[in-house]
């Protein structure tokens, strides 16, 4: 499985796409340590001229470090992880992924789009963090099941779409099995309050605000049957 560590990442150590080499980058500072976050410096372009095409494929949305995801990042940072094995689904730049690794986890980003994976291995290179990443599709999610149990599993602005929510609302039981937590982080998306009731049939689900006044963290936890 690809992995960043040591200055050495599989997925090459420029990210970019052919005929774009320009980045743009950011930093968070979180309990764990310091992030510097690299990441596409024309994103936004890359996002709008999409969404103004007729391919039917989706914009690039990994490409930017949404709320969401520093507030995930966030309250990772602030829970002891050490030597847990932690599952990102979704990872896009991998900010939530980078913070559970800095903070002692062993840690899998996975996400479909392979931009969003070599910038994860770049960015965890950038930052001396062992990060393992994956492809993963929700509909085919060998990847993240193949290592399941995980002990917790992290996913940011994830409720957007309603075509793939059945998918994930099939796979989240499966990477826990009973024993781990979801957390999901979401910024009020519309599709967000019915996949949360679907997942109370087999989860509780705990929901807490952040400083984010948008962004809220729902926390799962089985139940039993």
Known sequence: MPSA?????????????????????SVLDLPTGRIELAQPSDALEQIYEHERATDGTEPPYWALAWPSGVELATAVAGTE??????????????????????????????????????????????????????????????????????????AAD???????????????PRLVRGTGEIWIADQDRPPAHAFLQGCARWASVDTSATAHSEVSIHRLRPVPA
């Open 5 to 25: 560590i040591s200055g050495t990442t599989l997925y090459g150590d420029n990210p970019a796409a052919p005929g774009r080499s320009e980045f743009g980058h």
């Open 158 to 172: 994830v409720l957007y779409n309603h075509e793939s929510l059945p998918a994930l609302a099939a796979l989240l």
């Open 81 to 154: 992880l050490g030597g847990a094995r932690v599952l990102e689904l979704g990872c896009g730049l991998a900010l939530p992924s980078l913070a559970a690794a800095q903070g002692g986890a062993r840690v899998l980003a996975t996400d479909n789009a392979s931009g969003a994976l070599r910038f994860a291995a770049h960015n965890a290179l950038r930052n001396g963090i062992r990060l393992d990443v994956a492809h993963c599709d929700w509909s085919d999610p060998w990847s993240a099941v193949a290592g399941a149990p995980w002990d917790l599993v992290l």
